[in-house]
């Protein structure tokens, strides 16, 4: 049983690699296209640039996803109370 967990998690980081290989194929697919805005290109990718900041930054890439996560929190929500305020005068 001890031997099945490398494995396993393997696996998973092999599978997660290749889908996220294959979601940037077909996005950039998708740009050249031209079904995709790069602004929506560019707004995706705000996470992944933030993390590497992040990352880069304070050296401990958990804690740097932790931050990511709470920082994409509290833009999702000031976004929302701005479209909300936005809504509400218009």
Not at 13 to 25: D, N
Not at 29 to 52: D, E, H, M, R
Request: net charge neutral; proline share 2%; aromatic share 6%.
């Amino acid at each position: 049983m001890d031997n099945l967990v490398p494995i396993a998690i393997w696996a998973a980081a092999v599978i997660l690699g290749l889908g996220l290989l294959g979601m940037l194929l077909f996005g950039i697919q998708s740009i050249i296209n031209g079904k995709i805005n790069l602004v929506t290109g560019a707004i995706i990718l705000i996470p992944a640039i933030l993390l590497l900041i992040l990352g880069l930054i304070i050296g401990d890439w958990a804690v740097a996803g932790i931050w990511t996560l709470i920082i994409m929190f509290a833009l999702a929500a000031i976004s929302l109370l701005v479209s909300g305020i936005r809504g509400l005068f218009n």
